[in-house]
């Protein structure tokens, strides 16, 4: 059992949703919020009190890019993979920073310090590419500043 597991405060999480319609999804945000990733203890236990498959539970929580099954670093890059960005040449400039770093999309750096996750637009496609460090947008990013936003979370 995962050692950060509290069954008590994931049952509570359920009882606060599960009346709710489609109470999955508030559940594994709140979930998330709580231990910062969704462990698999938590998800045989949202499956066995939502009466739903471990499958289905998972299937949800692979599916979407925002839910974690292990835990981010301090810090979380998000760079947009969105066509607009794309188009400006954000692929290129992700997979020289990912390759800079020794990281492939989703993975921390060895001391924790940061995690680099893909996300499939933030809504400013007129000033692409674009990124989020811990919840800050940064836009018109090229290769360097996209570089030197990661150190400074470094």
């Known amino acids: ?3 950060n597991f509290k069954t008590e405060l994931v049952e509570a999480i359920i009882l606060a949703h599960q009346n709710l319609e489609g109470p999955l999804l508030p559940i594994l945000h709140s979930i998330q919020e709580e231990f910062g990733l969704i462990s698999e203890d ?26 974690r099954q292990k835990p981010a670093g301090r810090h979380v890059l998000k760079l947009c993979r969105a066509e607009a960005c794309q188009s400006m040449g954000s692929e290129e400039n992700a997979a020289r ?5 020794g990281l492939d999309w989703g993975e921390t750096t ?4 940061l995690t680099v996750e893909p996300i499939y637009c933030l809504g400013l496609c007129a000033c692409a590419p674009s990124a ?17 936003l990661a150190l400074e979370a470094l």
Do not use: Q
């Open 1 to 3: 059992m995962d050692s």
């Open 42 to 67: 938590a998800m045989r236990l949202v499956a066995s009190k939502l009466n739903i498959t471990r499958a289905e539970v998972y299937g949800v929580v692979s599916f979407y890019h925002d839910y």
């Open 97 to 101: 920073l990912l390759a800079r770093l």
């Open 110 to 113: 060895p001391d924790g310090r």
């Open 132 to 148: 989020m460090l811990d919840g800050e947008i940064h836009a018109r990013l090229d290769a360097a500043g996209l570089e030197a």
